[in-house]
């Protein structure tokens, strides 16, 4: 498709998007930083909000002389009431629930290290007893949890939201104040009240039980009661052709500046208020930051055909529009997803020989034919080139910025 006609081309979107204009936040500085560097392209997709649903989130991170960090939000076109489909993005405060439910159970001689074997008791659900990819041949918690951020493993977020299990998932987050979030379903066919059941899950030493949690159904109180279409037409999982919109009413919902919240929960814990922080251990945050850093090469249990699995499969900001290889100086903290022609990441970047750091979030749909499920998006002709160019605007900008106290970023080097 010419590249002017892609542009031009408008998709089709139901009443959940009607009051854009009313609610959107931002402020001039970050648009006028975008325009004022943007290429054609990047300013033909600007001009074009209704069109491509991009929505922006720069925030600029100044240390004081106790290295204390203090965030300055910029906003471009965000608005919490346009729903953009999260995709992969859940699979971020899925896994901090994860481990916050450990640790809240304190089980003894059980950690996220511990094998954990799935079985199955409700209309499909299926059992895991093995993982071949891991070292000693067992899931566990941690072992998806690395899946998840390496690849985005859909199969390890199952589990993990299995383990957990959908109501204590969604009261946890709404609990912290992530109201307008809600995590309903696996990345699997199945129905509502089938992502309601989850499975029965045992902890194992060899061949002793160590903790065993039932099969659970989830009675929480989700509100649906905003029509939510998408498209003017979409493929069905029989493969169908159906015209009309698909109905995300019931479906994930994770707005862009609770995902950006999240993360900088994960990454600077104690610059959120305490009931917006996670139940982890020192021990955890570790974790954490090796993976959500980590690149696919550089990780031997899984291991990855790095042919497919490339250094930026999941490093959208800058790097993934062309593959390009991260330099060794940087490491990027992050969650992408993609899915339904919406891609998006959330992400903390740091440059260890510039001492440069700063969080960038954004979301762009790219489908300029309105179908659904047809596998025909726009991500590489102008959604990764999106996400490179304003990933470089951003990290030039970082790279001039003066900064009165030179950050101590130790704590995030492997």
Same mark, same amino acid.
């Given at each position: 498709?010419?590249?002017?006609?892609?542009?031009?081309?408008?998709?089709?979107?139901?009443?959940?998007?009607?009051?854009?204009?009313?609610?959107?936040?931002?402020?001039?500085?970050?648009?006028?930083?975008?325009?004022?560097?943007?290429?054609?392209?990047?300013?033909?997709?600007?001009?074009?909000?209704?069109?491509?649903?991009?929505?922006?989130?720069?925030?600029?991170?100044?240390?004081?002389?106790?290295?204390?960090?203090?965030?300055?939000?910029?906003?471009?076109?965000?608005?919490?009431?346009?729903?953009?489909?999260?995709?992969?993005?859940?699979?971020?405060?899925?896994?901090?629930?994860?481990?916050?439910?450990?640790?809240?159970?304190?089980?003894?001689?059980?950690?996220?290290?511990?094998?954990?074997?799935?079985?199955?008791?409700?209309s499909k659900q299926t059992?895991?007893?093995?993982?071949?990819?891991?070292?000693?041949?067992?899931?566990?918690?941690?072992?998806?949890?690395?899946?998840?951020?390496?690849?985005?493993?859909?199969?390890?977020?199952?589990?993990?939201?299995?383990?957990?299990?959908?109501?204590t998932l969604n009261e946890?987050?709404?609990?912290?104040?992530?109201?307008d979030v809600r995590i309903?379903?696996?990345?699997?066919?199945?129905?509502?009240?089938?992502?309601?059941?989850?499975?029965?899950?045992?902890?194992?030493?060899?061949?002793?039980?160590?903790?065993?949690?039932?099969?659970?159904?989830?009675?929480?109180?989700?509100?649906?009661?905003?029509?939510?279409?998408?498209?003017?037409?979409?493929?069905?999982?029989?493969?169908?052709?159906?015209?009309?919109?698909?109905?995300?009413?019931?479906?994930?919902?994770?707005?862009?500046?609770?995902?950006?919240?999240?993360?900088?929960?994960?990454?600077?814990?104690?610059?959120?208020?305490?009931?917006?922080?996670?139940?982890?251990?020192?021990?955890?945050?570790?974790?954490?930051?090796?993976?959500?850093?980590?690149?696919?090469?550089?990780?031997?249990?899984?291991?990855?055909?790095?042919?497919?699995?490339?250094?930026?499969?999941?490093?959208?900001?800058?790097?993934?529009? %062309?593959?390009?290889?991260?330099?060794? @100086? !940087?490491?990027?903290?992050?969650?992408?997803?993609? *899915?339904? +022609?919406? $891609?998006? =990441?959330?992400?903390?970047?740091? %440059?260890?020989?510039?001492?440069?750091? @700063? !969080?960038?979030?954004?979301?762009?749909?790219?489908? *300029?034919? +309105?179908? $659904?499920? =047809?596998?025909?998006?726009?991500?590489?002709?102008?959604?990764?080139?999106?996400?490179?160019?304003?990933?470089?605007?951003?990290?030039?900008?970082?790279?001039?910025?003066?900064?009165?106290?030179?950050?101590?970023?130790?704590?995030?080097?492997?």
């Amino acid at each position: 498709m010419k590249l002017p006609l892609l542009l031009a081309a408008c998709c089709l979107i139901g009443s959940a998007f009607a009051t854009v204009n009313a609610q959107t936040k931002g402020d001039r500085w970050l648009e006028d930083l975008l325009r004022s560097q943007g290429s054609p392209l990047l300013q033909q997709v600007l001009n074009q909000p209704d069109t491509f649903q991009y929505q922006i989130i720069y925030t600029e991170i100044n240390r004081d002389k106790h290295n204390r960090p203090h965030f300055k939000h910029h906003y471009f076109n965000v608005d919490r009431n346009r729903y953009h489909n999260p995709a992969s993005t859940v699979k971020l405060p899925t896994a901090l629930m994860a481990l916050e439910k450990l640790n809240t159970l304190q089980l003894k001689g059980v950690d996220k290290f511990t094998a954990m074997l799935t079985d199955s008791a409700f209309s499909k659900q299926t059992a895991v007893v093995s993982d071949s990819t891991a070292e000693n041949g067992l899931p566990s918690i941690a072992h998806y949890i690395k899946k998840v951020f390496l690849v985005s493993d859909n199969d390890a977020y199952n589990r993990l939201y299995e383990w957990v299990g959908q109501q204590t998932l969604n009261e946890g987050l709404w609990q912290k104040g992530y109201k307008d979030v809600r995590i309903t379903r696996r990345f699997t066919p199945m129905s509502e009240e089938e992502n309601r059941w989850t499975n029965p899950v045992r902890f194992m030493q060899q061949d002793k039980v160590l903790y065993a949690q039932a099969a659970v159904r989830s009675n929480a109180n989700f509100d649906f009661s905003k029509t939510i279409h998408v498209g003017k037409a979409h493929y069905n999982w029989d493969d169908e052709l159906i015209h009309e919109p698909i109905d995300f009413t019931t479906h994930n919902q994770l707005p862009l500046q609770d995902l950006q919240q999240l993360l900088q929960s994960v990454m600077f814990p104690e610059s959120v208020p305490a009931k917006k922080r996670f139940n982890l251990s020192h021990e955890d945050y570790t974790f954490l930051y090796e993976y959500m850093a980590k690149l696919p090469f550089e990780s031997d249990y899984p291991s990855y055909d790095t042919n497919e699995f490339f250094d930026s499969y999941t490093k959208f900001f800058m790097f993934r529009a %062309d593959k390009s290889k991260i330099p060794d @100086y !940087m490491r990027v903290f992050n969650k992408t997803g993609w *899915s339904y +022609g919406f $891609l998006t =990441d959330a992400s903390y970047v740091v %440059d260890f020989k510039n001492k440069v750091e @700063y !969080m960038l979030s954004a979301v762009i749909y790219v489908n *300029s034919d +309105g179908v $659904l499920n =047809d596998n025909k998006y726009e991500y590489e002709e102008v959604g990764y080139p999106f996400f490179k160019e304003v990933g470089q605007i951003i990290y030039d900008h970082e790279l001039k910025r003066e900064r009165k106290y030179s950050p101590d970023l130790s704590k995030f080097k492997q």
